[in-house]
């Protein structure tokens, strides 16, 4: 690869700026779902009080914007937390950046892209991962740094994670170890997940079962109430869902998106207003529990209460996570199953495609379910993957890989 002088400089910057800084887990998101092309969240951690900031620019050599963040200590965490959220950005634009303080010292420069604006056919590249959890196996997120490593190779513009991001929720160390880890990945892209049920209060007798503990609310910066919450890049709608801990909570009435429970009302008209939106081409959505799965990991009552309005609104793409396996199913609308002519090209589906992309990190489960009437797809060996996933206009491609980056699996989906 031939070296300009500019890329020199910014090699020059990206490894010397973060050399003694105090700052830590850096990880950028949209909070607003209606401003992802002009507005960008940046949030990072640093010892000590000082006011901190973010300088950007349209260049690596050149930050010449600023931005003052709101810092606050966080007892969960036991560490500062600061937050900036940017806006009048450019859409499809990159941006560099670095963050930090005089005592807490900088970090390295990053970069994000800014979305496309609503209804543009532009090609859009997303990540796809999930499952990180820290237990037996990755006990420190050292499979999950294997996977930072092998989506580092790739192009693309955000990651989607479904959930089961940490072991234990309630565990700050981990939370922190883990934005470490993924800070690579993180800081250049922006992080769109939902919660999974290690990641929520598992007390079925709490006011706060199903819900994050404080530390999730001191790190994220996500849209609306950070569990439930949609954007839009381009011409594709994006939905998020908080699955809860869908096990437990059918064993004493608590599945979430019961009819008529707020969240299921949100769910209603956030399907009705982007299907009824003509820019609108593409809807996906995603959550930790799937709706079909093989196994212990298929929760009735969550099918339940979620498909009818996935049917009702025609949901192109549904990804979960939760069973730590990848499978992928044809697609189904009501109780329907529809067959493909080609097992990898999904040709104006009259039903919503599934797929579970749950193992980059988290101990891997046993292989199966290939009996199953809707599975289409699921390896015969276990293995950890990821995924990166292209829209461009009418089509979408789906390719996952495992660590090795050899490609394990690849579908499209095409509407006319």
């Given at each position: 690869?031939?070296?300009t002088?500019?890329?020199l400089?910014?090699?020059?910057l990206f490894?010397?700026?973060?050399?003694f800084?105090?700052?830590?887990?850096i990880?950028?998101s949209w909070?607003n779902g209606?401003?992802?092309?002009?507005t960008m969240?940046?949030?990072?951690l640093?010892?000590q009080a000082?006011?901190s900031?973010?300088?950007?620019?349209a260049a690596p050599?050149?930050?010449d914007?600023?931005?003052?963040?709101?810092?606050?200590y966080?007892?969960a965490?036991?560490?500062?937390?600061?937050?900036?959220t940017?806006?009048?950005l450019?859409?499809?634009t990159?941006y560099?950046?670095?963050?930090?303080?005089?005592?807490?010292?900088?970090s390295r420069?990053?970069k994000?892209?800014?979305?496309?604006?609503v209804?543009?056919?532009k090609k859009l590249?997303?990540?796809?991962w999930s499952?990180?959890q820290?237990?037996?196996?990755n006990?420190?997120f050292?499979k999950?740094?294997?996977?930072v490593?092998a989506m580092?190779q790739?192009?693309?513009?955000?990651?989607?994670h479904?959930?089961?991001?940490v072991?234990?929720?309630s565990?700050a160390?981990s939370?922190?170890?883990?934005?470490k880890?993924?800070?690579p990945l993180n800081?250049?892209?922006?992080f769109m997940s939902v919660t999974?049920n290690?990641?929520?209060d598992n007390?079925?007798?709490?006011?706060?079962?199903?819900r994050?503990?404080?530390?999730?609310y001191?790190?994220?910066?996500l849209?609306a109430?950070?569990?439930n919450?949609?954007?839009?890049y381009?011409?594709?709608h994006?939905?998020?869902i908080?699955?809860?801990y869908a096990?437990?909570a059918?064993?004493v009435?608590?599945v979430?998106?019961?009819?008529?429970?707020p969240?299921?009302?949100?769910?209603?008209?956030?399907?009705?207003?982007?299907?009824?939106?003509?820019?609108?081409k593409w809807?996906?959505?995603?959550?930790?529990?799937p709706l079909y799965?093989?196994g212990f990991?298929?929760?009735?009552?969550?099918q339940?209460?979620v498909?009818?309005?996935v049917d009702?609104?025609?949901?192109?793409?549904y990804?979960?996570?939760?069973r730590?396996?990848y499978?992928r199913?044809?697609?189904?609308?009501g109780?329907?199953?529809?067959e493909?002519?080609?097992p990898?090209?999904?040709?104006?589906p009259?039903?919503?495609?599934?797929?579970?992309?749950?193992s980059c990190g988290?101990?891997l489960?046993?292989?199966?379910?290939?009996?199953?009437?809707?599975?289409l797809f699921?390896?015969?060996?276990?293995?950890?993957?990821y995924?990166?996933?292209s829209i461009?206009?009418s089509?979408?491609?789906?390719t996952?890989?495992?660590?090795?980056?050899?490609?394990?699996?690849?579908?499209?989906?095409?509407?006319?």
């Open positions: 690869m031939r070296i002088l500019p890329l400089c910014f090699y020059i490894s010397l700026s973060g050399s800084a105090q700052t830590s887990g990880h950028l909070n209606n401003n992802t092309s002009s969240a940046i949030t990072w640093h010892e000082e006011e900031r973010v300088e950007y620019g050599t050149k930050l914007k600023k931005s003052t963040a709101v810092s606050k966080s007892n965490l036991g560490t500062y937390v600061s937050k900036v940017l806006s009048k450019h859409p499809e990159w560099y950046y670095k963050v930090g303080s005089v005592k807490n010292g900088w420069v990053y994000f892209r800014t979305a496309a604006t209804g543009e056919k590249l997303v990540g796809v499952d990180t820290n237990n037996q196996g006990i420190n050292e999950t740094d294997s996977i490593k580092r790739h192009a693309y513009y955000f990651s989607i479904n959930g089961d991001i072991e234990n929720g565990v160390k939370w922190k170890d883990l934005f880890v993924t800070e800081a250049n892209y922006p999974g290690h990641d929520v007390d079925t007798a709490s006011a706060n079962f199903q994050p503990f404080p530390v999730y001191d790190l994220f910066n849209p109430d950070q569990l919450y949609s954007y839009d381009g011409n594709v994006f939905v998020a908080n699955s809860g096990q437990a059918a064993k009435g608590k979430l998106f019961s009819q008529n429970s969240e299921y009302r949100w769910l209603e008209a956030d399907l009705r207003k982007a299907r009824s939106n003509k820019r609108i809807i996906i959505m995603y959550s930790h529990y799965s093989f990991s298929h929760i009735p009552e969550w339940q209460h498909k009818p309005l009702k609104y025609e949901v192109d793409l990804l979960a996570g939760h730590h396996v499978e199913h044809k697609a189904v609308r109780a329907q199953i529809f493909e002519k080609e990898n090209h999904y040709n104006n009259k039903g919503t495609v599934y797929v579970t992309n749950g988290g101990s489960q046993g292989v199966g379910g290939n009996n199953l009437p809707t599975m699921t390896p015969a060996a276990k293995m950890y993957t995924a990166m996933m461009e206009g089509s979408l491609k789906y996952v890989y495992n660590l090795a980056g050899k490609q394990v699996d690849d579908f499209s989906i095409s509407k006319d």
